[in-house]
């Protein structure tokens, strides 16, 4: 979505837009989008329109991109791993050539070795290492075969066979460490129904915002009717603050910005706007005086939240938390407070967008981690196991010899 230069993400005391030191100076809008290797690039436009149509451009990839020969386009992961093996032996001690060439054969190939070497993807990497991880494959041994697999790809890139190394959004000791971070529970579909089932209507569409929309509590409860956060008509969802509680420093409820790197807007969903204007016809928003420190510096406004208790009082931590217990029972989800919480339906969220096939990049934005590689780290046990296909080179040469033999 393109940026108002002229303009700043938070609104006035009465919803007003807040003009830029820029305003009125050079081009408004600025496009933002990925480039080919996974760069982030920008571009200034005068018009919104001609900001949108480039950013769709460079997401469907009409953007120039490195060239790759056409003979190489069906050469298989074997075949080049091979020839890069070959042109550097020379320059190997003996061990070295024993444990490359081993290493190639018995564990490379077998995963990548049929597939021609443009089609692999990270995911398909990720993929790899998600059924190595699984049959616990020892972690020094798995660092190894990845960074030679890394060497072999960074090298076709080098000799313009392949356009981009996928291995350069991986950081597999980050994924290793972070191994911890993977939740140790996510609710299906059939357990999050039955949260549905017992949670009162009132709170429907909170659930809907962790389960469809993957925001955290805070977030969702830190919601107000007001342009600042939801813009229905434009489908958007603006996740630019959580609602905390602090008798010590800010006298009670305030306004914060969300979790460090996660302000972001993100599309809204159809169904969760639908849910929000009912909540909001049947439950009118409650008006609350409140601090904000949003934008670094305190101010005191009128916040209407959508979300508040059955008399009408913002949730704190605690009163959240006992209803949040009894709801948990009630649907039979598991015990450990640690993750069964609100989160876990962010955690449902995130892994049915990746059992869809969405990309890894998409993930990220639409869970709004800092990087990719939270993302990876969080949720590589998630991503679909493709079934590799076998022999499809020979078949396809046969295929193609007896139609020669035939003519």
């Not at 018995?106 to 990720?126: E, K, R």
């Not at 949670?199 to 569409?205: L, S």
């Not at 020979?394 to 193609?400: D, E, F, P």
Request: proline share 6%; glycine share 8%.
């Amino acid at each position: 979505m393109p940026v108002d230069l002229w303009h700043l993400k938070e609104r006035g005391p009465n919803d007003e837009r807040l003009k830029s030191k820029r305003h009125g100076q050079g081009k408004r809008w600025r496009g933002i989008a990925v480039g080919p290797s996974g760069e982030t690039v920008t571009r200034a436009f005068e018009r919104k329109e001609d900001a949108k149509d480039w950013e769709a451009e460079q997401r469907a990839g009409v953007a120039p991109a490195p060239v790759v020969r056409r003979a190489d386009r069906t050469t298989t992961f074997r075949v080049y791993g091979d020839r890069w093996r070959l042109a550097r032996e020379i320059g190997w001690v003996v061990e070295t050539r024993r444990r490359t060439e081993s290493n190639l054969r018995n564990h490379l190939y077998p995963a990548f070795g049929d597939l021609p070497i443009d089609s692999i993807t990270t995911t398909t990497v990720l993929e790899w290492l998600t059924r190595r991880l699984g049959a616990e494959t020892p972690q020094s041994s798995l660092r190894l075969y990845f960074e030679l697999f890394d060497a072999v790809m960074a090298a076709a890139v080098a000799d313009k066979v392949i356009s981009e190394n996928p291995c350069d959004n991986i950081r597999l000791s980050q994924i290793l460490r972070g191994l911890s971070r993977a939740p140790k529970w996510v609710p299906d579909e059939k357990q999050v129904v039955r949260l549905f089932d017992v949670v009162p209507e009132r709170y429907h569409a909170l659930l809907l915002l962790g389960a469809a929309q993957g925001c955290r509590i805070s977030e969702a409860l830190g919601l107000e009717d007001s342009l600042r956060c939801i813009e229905p008509e434009r489908g958007e969802l603006h996740v630019v603050q959580q609602l905390r509680y602090s008798p010590q420093h800010y006298g009670g409820f305030y306004m914060a910005p969300p979790k460090s790197g996660s302000s972001g807007t993100v599309d809204l969903d159809q169904v969760v706007a639908d849910a929000i204007a009912r909540h909001i016809k049947d439950w009118p928003p409650v008006e609350i005086e409140l601090p904000d420190i949003t934008t670094g510096r305190e101010i005191a406004r009128t916040a209407r939240l959508i979300f508040t208790t059955v008399h009408g009082n913002p949730f704190t931590d605690r009163t959240w938390s006992a209803e949040w217990i009894k709801w948990r029972r009630k649907a039979g989800w598991p015990e450990d407070p640690n993750h069964s919480g609100f989160h876990a339906l962010r955690h449902y969220f995130a892994t049915t967008l990746i059992a869809h096939h969405a990309d890894p990049k998409d993930v990220q934005r639409a869970l709004r981690h800092k990087g990719l590689q939270i993302t990876l780290e969080t949720y590589v046990h998630w991503w679909p196991r493709a079934e590799r296909v076998k022999g499809l080179i020979g078949a396809h040469l046969q295929r193609a010899l007896g139609a020669r033999a035939g003519g």
